[in-house]
């Protein structure tokens, strides 16, 4: 299995997901439970937009839209850095109308990666490829004491990796 700085770059490999997040928890009984992957130097995710995601008649809430280019791109930033990651800044633009029953799809990019902050780039793709929304984001690596619990709520069944092999958890 190769370590993420190689798999980040190549190929399609599956994240682990926690058990309560809004976008992946698989417990979330009003979540997305949305998988992300690393494809080709990105952290890419999937969602069919419900009616549970409406915002107003037939657009999805824009805070849906936001929560999908979030996941990516935190997901991109803990690949990059090793460390799980907490948002600290989102800006976002929502570019064109999500309506409820699109295919949507997610990627988010490290723009530049530091010991204390990592920033990142993200979009929201309809089904034809074209841009819907996106965003910029910065992300605090957590310390190691703070991100134990973070750790542990991890699932790893049908990930592609160990955690040693994600995380740097020395």
């Given at each position: 299995?190769?370590?993420?700085?190689?798999?980040?770059?190549?190929?399609?490999?599956?994240?682990?997901?926690?058990?309560?997040?809004?976008v992946?928890?698989?417990d979330?009984?009003?979540?997305l439970?949305?998988r992300?992957?690393?494809?080709?130097?990105?952290?890419?995710?999937?969602?069919?937009?419900?009616?549970a995601?409406?915002?107003?008649?037939?657009?999805?809430?824009?805070g849906?839209?936001?929560?999908?280019?979030?996941?990516?791109?935190?997901?991109?930033?803990m690949?990059?850095?090793?460390?799980?990651?907490?948002?600290?800044?989102?800006?976002?633009?929502?570019?064109?109308?999500?309506?409820?029953?699109?295919?949507?799809r997610a990627e988010?990019?490290?723009v530049?990666?530091?010991?204390r902050?990592?920033?990142a780039?993200?979009?929201v793709?309809?089904?034809a490829?074209?841009?819907?929304?996106?965003?910029?984001?910065?992300?605090?690596?957590?310390?190691?004491?703070?991100?134990?619990?973070?750790l542990?709520?991890?699932?790893?069944?049908?990930?592609?990796?160990?955690?040693?092999?994600?995380?740097?958890?020395?």
């Amino acid at each position: 299995m190769p370590a993420p700085a190689e798999s980040f770059r190549t190929g399609s490999l599956a994240l682990p997901w926690t058990r309560a997040c809004f976008v992946c928890g698989q417990d979330n009984p009003h979540g997305l439970r949305a998988r992300c992957r690393l494809e080709g130097g990105r952290a890419v995710l999937e969602h069919a937009a419900r009616p549970a995601d409406l915002g107003w008649r037939d657009f999805v809430h824009g805070g849906v839209t936001m929560a999908l280019l979030d996941e990516a791109m935190a997901w991109a930033a803990m690949a990059r850095s090793r460390r799980p990651c907490v948002t600290a800044e989102l800006s976002a633009r929502l570019r064109r109308p999500v309506l409820v029953g699109m295919r949507l799809r997610a990627e988010g990019e490290v723009v530049r990666a530091g010991p204390r902050m990592v920033l990142a780039a993200g979009r929201v793709l309809g089904e034809a490829g074209e841009e819907l929304a996106s965003a910029t984001a910065k992300f605090i690596p957590m310390d190691p004491e703070r991100s134990t619990g973070w750790l542990a709520d991890l699932v790893w069944e049908g990930s592609s990796f160990k955690p040693e092999q994600l995380f740097d958890l020395g």
